[in-house]
T-cell receptor
Framework: DGGITQSPKYLFRKEGQNVTLSCEQNLNHDAMYWYRQDPGQGLRLIYY???????QKGDIAEGYSVSREKKESFPLTVTSAQKNPTAFYLC????????????FGPGTRLTVL | RKEVEQDPGPFNVPEGATVAFNCTYSNSASQSFFWYRQDCRKEPKLLMS???SGNEDGRFTAQLNRASQYISLLIRDSKLSDSATYLC???????????FGTGTKLQVIP
């Protein structure tokens, strides 16, 4: 089955630790995205990547980093510089340029203790 | 002004009612539009694309008004299972960044 997977589903970390969230897709999509969603809030774009080895900052990139070494994978690292990292993180992908909708993974719920 | 704006609601409607949501966008270069549905603590899922000529899928109808820069979603004969948050999404042709509205919460009550 084609789709987007994110792991883990729930993640707990201590303050001051970096943590990496996984996102993998087997849809052969060119573009991938990371969003953050806080309770009762909309989706805010952290980073996006249009092709391998290329990515751009979104609206709230500070305290986050990404890599896109393979088309299928777009991991997100939440660094200790992110002041308020507790949130629901969603990864999405999109086929390419044009009138394409995004497909979302099931999300990772990160809690900083 | 936000790029994409939605009334957060909640819209509380009885079963069987018709309800409509609007979503306004500020970028006149926007070319593709979508409605997503998001259930509590789940990922958004595509409900329908919004075409220039409008489109209908069962009880759901989506419309685009380019002159006034808004899209709409009409739900007829509301079901309890329609209770969710509805997100509108806007992006430009050829541009991979998409913009989400903050969502409109719908609660269908028995």
């Amino acid at each position: 089955d084609g789709g987007i997977t994110q792991s883990p589903k729930y993640l707990f970390r201590k303050e001051g630790q970096n943590v990496t969230l996984s996102c993998e897709q087997n849809l052969n999509h060119d573009a991938m995205y990371w969003y953050r969603q806080d309770p009762g809030q909309g989706l805010r774009l952290i980073y996006y990547s249009q092709i391998v080895n290329d990515f751009q900052k979104g609206d709230i990139a500070e305290g986050y980093s990404v890599s896109r070494e393979k088309k299928e994978s777009f991991p997100l690292t939440v660094t200790s510089a992110q002041k308020n990292p507790t949130a629901f993180y969603l990864c999405a992908s999109k086929p390419g340029q044009g009138f394409n909708e995004q497909f979302f993974g099931p999300g990772t719920r990160l809690t900083v203790l | 002004r936000k790029e994409v704006e939605q009334d957060p609601g909640p819209f509380n409607v009885p079963e069987g009612a018709t309800v409509a949501f609007n979503c306004t966008y500020s970028n006149s270069a926007s070319q593709s539009f979508f409605w997503y549905r998001q259930d509590c603590r789940k990922e958004p899922k595509l409900l329908m694309s919004v075409y220039s000529s409008g489109n209908e899928d069962g009880r759901f109808t989506a419309q685009l008004n380019r002159a006034s820069q808004y899209i709409s979603l009409l739900i007829r004969d509301s079901k309890l299972s329609d209770s969710a948050t509805y997100l509108c999404v806007v992006n430009e042709w050829g541009y991979q960044k998409v913009t989400f509205g903050t969502g409109t919460k719908l609660q269908v009550i028995p």
